[in-house]
């Protein structure tokens, strides 16, 4: 008797980690975003990432990068046709794209941080 009730007991247990290891799991990984805009011209810099990862402007169109972290960022363009400097919390940084093009970028500091201006 003592036998199946440890093993109930295992039995039990091992279906409750189980459980509880698979909800605590998750394959879903979040969707870049993306916004098109023509008077919006935002990019908010948060969490170490860029909000939006995609944003579509305008010829002429200036973006504006805002950095809402606590840490330090650096905007800086992949081709080197634009550089923010280092931004520290709450500082901006605006460029005006005049040619239309990709612009891809990255934060010169965490260069993990990707992010792209599609000027149409």
Do not use: R
């Amino acid at each position: 008797m003592k036998k199946s009730m440890m093993f109930a007991f295992i039995l039990m247990l091992s279906a409750t980690l189980l459980i509880s290891i698979a909800g605590c799991s998750s394959s879903k990984t979040a969707a870049p975003t993306t916004v098109t805009s023509t008077l919006g011209n935002s990019v908010n810099i948060v969490n170490f990432a860029f909000t939006p990862e995609t944003l579509n402007v305008s010829v002429g169109t200036t973006v504006t990068w805002t950095n809402s972290d606590s840490a330090t960022h650096h905007v800086a363009s992949d081709t080197g046709v634009f550089d923010s400097g280092d931004m520290s919390q709450n500082a901006t940084y605006s460029f005006t794209f005049n040619n239309a093009g990709t612009f891809p970028y990255h934060c010169a500091i965490h260069t993990y941080m990707k992010g792209t201006i599609i000027v149409k």
